[in-house]
């Protein structure tokens, strides 16, 4: 599909107790958002004041990550600007604030498959990761990065990445 831009003048917001949820991608609380989705998913910015319950689709991979304030989860506080992944199963995610903070959750079906990332590429097998890089370097496959002002940035050697007897990588 073509890339493409929607731009939603509002969101649909669900008010807690202890906080908001605006909708940003797919569905939370019942309420859902206006963008177009291609798989299920999730995406939610939070607004806690001190404490905020909020129940997640246990069929999903979740991660949040904290934009202003601080923030934590399960007694474990949260550095901004990271991503933390919350695995799949879970159907409540509780955080708490001493002084309000923001985060941004995303969430989605899990790939029905083994998938590998590595550097800013997403690849199904070391073969196929081999050549998205040499794509990568050889200005294959991917646009230029017109915003960056400066020479393009060599994607590091592949050196690690190996699979192993039982077919799992490393």
Do not use: C
């Not at 991608?25 to 939610?44: D, H, K, N, Q, T």
């Not at 960056?148 to 190996?162: D, S």
């Amino acid at each position: 599909m073509a890339a493409h831009y929607e731009h939603h003048v509002e969101l649909p917001l669900v008010e807690l107790p202890g906080g908001r949820v605006e909708v940003i991608a797919g569905e939370v609380l019942g309420r859902r958002s206006p963008a177009m989705a291609y798989s299920p998913m999730v995406g939610a910015a939070l607004t806690v004041k001190r404490a905020m319950e909020l129940s997640l689709d246990a069929g999903f991979e979740h991660a949040v990550v904290v934009v202003d304030g601080e923030l934590s989860a399960e007694g474990q506080e949260l550095e901004r600007d990271t991503l933390y992944y919350m695995g799949m199963g879970r159907s409540a995610l509780g955080l708490r604030s001493r002084a309000g903070g923001r985060a941004i959750l995303i969430g989605g079906a899990a790939f029905g498959e083994t998938i590998l990332m590595w550097w800013n590429f997403v690849a199904r097998t070391a073969e196929e990761m081999s050549a998205v890089r040499a794509d990568w370097e050889a200005h294959r496959r991917f646009g230029e990065v017109t915003a960056y002002k400066g020479p393009r940035i060599p994607a590091p050697e592949l050196v690690r990445l190996r699979v192993s007897k039982n077919n799992k990588r490393r």
